[in-house]
Each structure stands twice: as C-alpha cells, then as structure tokens.
Antibody
Framework: QVQLQESGPGLVKPSQTLSLTCTVS??????????WSWIRQPAGKGLEWIGRIYTSGSTNYNPSLKSRVTISVDTSKNQFSLKLSSVTAADTAVYYC????????????????WGQGTLVTVSS | SYELTQPLSVSVALGQTARITCGGNNIGSKNVHWYQQKPGQAPVLVIYRDSNRPSGIPERFSGSNSGNTATLTISRAQAGDEADYYC??????????FGGGTKLTVL
C-alpha cells in the first residue's frame, strides 16, 4: 500500500500563500489507481475536504475554498501539492494528504491511507 | 448542500456494544465510510462502503446503512477504542462530506 508524507512551512503570514507537498512512496502517483486529496482539520474541530487531483491533472475543489485553492501533481517527483492563497487565521489547521481508490462513478470514495498530517499556523 | 449529523459524544461500558449514528437525507442510497481518529494521530479508515472492513481492522467493528441513518457498531468495546469517529459520504452535488465527529468514551 502507498504511504503519504506531507511537508512544507509550519508558519505562514496572513494574506500570503500556503504551500504544501505530499510525497507518495510505495507506488507510482501515475498508476491511475488513485485520486489524491487534501483534507484539513482545525484544532479541536472536524475534517474538511479541500480538493482532489487525478493523474491526468483533473481537479475538483470544495466550493467554499475553490477561489483560493490550486492542487497540482508532479509525476517526476511522485508528489502532489496544495496552494491556498490569501490565508487568514481561519486557515490554521492540520493539513492531511490522502488517497482514494479510482472510480469514475464515485470520485469521493473512502480515504486510505492518510499522511500523518502537518500543522500550519497562520500568524504574523 | 448535503449534510451529515453525528452525536457529539457516545459512552459505552467496557466490554459492551457502542453504536455511533450518522444521519443524512436518504443516506441509505449512498456509500458511507467511517474513520477512527485518536488524539494527535491521523484518521484511520475502519469501515468503507457501509459495512466493509479494511484489512487489519478487528471484526468487532461493523457498519450498516439504511433509510436516513448509518450506524457504526463497536462490539466488546475496549479502552483502546476511545477516539473520535467520523462518517463520510460522497454526494454528486456537494462532493465529499464529513460528519461533525463523535467522541467515544469507554467507561
């Protein structure tokens, strides 16, 4: 089974862009077998899906974040990335990357596995 | 938009059966997935597509889904089952939806 690992700055200033990378190991991101997603969780709160990308580069985003989110894939590095622009304190959260088995009929199927998560704090 | 409703907390005596519900409009027509999250850890999938257990998940974990309610059942509850549990569905209009989470306490 693939393993996922998030990386990126733990502190971002308000109004700037949050950038995170998820490195996939144990399998090829180009295999076509998975969708690749970002999910976040503010401290003490629930899970919020941010968006997904498929190997082809096709993306879907949470409508509440769509105007600020970009997810991309780098097949040469076996990584996919998240950019969230114009961040505020409300974007402070643990950010997870996760995979979903590919099924064109149900792109939002289960998430397994998840990365360990990385805390991003938005503060000046 | 589609919404999922979970109780904030559920308590169960050690060794007894815990049931955590996930309510949604006609949720029985959707595939429901369940995650366990312990403090400081990433969520772990415990049930997928209503009632299927991933490898490595004990048989004590089971799921059902009908009408407007999906249920995660944990039999013979253990202290190690204390965690937050989240349900999740995919809705063709809303995309991925998570429930608000339920804190399970084993007494």
């Amino acid at each position: 089974q693939v393993q996922l690992q998030e990386s990126g700055p733990g502190l971002v200033k308000p109004s700037q862009t949050l950038s995170l990378t998820c490195t996939v190991s144990g399998g090829s991101i180009s295999s076509g077998s998975y969708y690749w997603s970002w999910i976040r969780q503010p401290a003490g709160k629930g899970l919020e899906w941010i968006g997904r990308i498929y190997t082809s580069g096709s993306t879907n985003y949470n409508p509440s974040l769509k105007s600020r989110v970009t997810i991309s894939v780098d097949t040469s590095k076996n990584q996919f990335s998240l950019k969230l622009s114009s961040v505020t304190a409300a974007d402070t959260a643990v950010y997870y990357c996760a995979s979903t088995p590919y099924d064109i009929l149900t792109p939002g199927d289960w998430f397994d596995p998840w990365g360990q998560g990385t805390l991003v704090t938005v503060s000046s | 938009s589609y919404e999922l409703t979970q109780p904030l907390s559920v308590s169960v005596a050690l060794g007894q059966t815990a049931r955590i519900t996930c309510g949604g409009n006609n949720i029985g027509s959707k595939n429901v997935h369940w995650y366990q999250q312990k403090p400081g850890q990433a969520p772990v999938l415990v049930i997928y597509r209503d009632s299927n257990r991933p490898s490595g998940i004990p048989e004590r974990f089971s799921g059902s889904n009908s009408g407007n309610t999906a249920t995660l059942t944990i039999s013979r509850a253990q202290a190690g089952d204390e965690a937050d549990y989240y349900c999740q569905v995919w809705d063709s209009s809303t995309d991925v939806v998570f429930g608000g989470g339920t804190k399970l306490t084993v007494l």
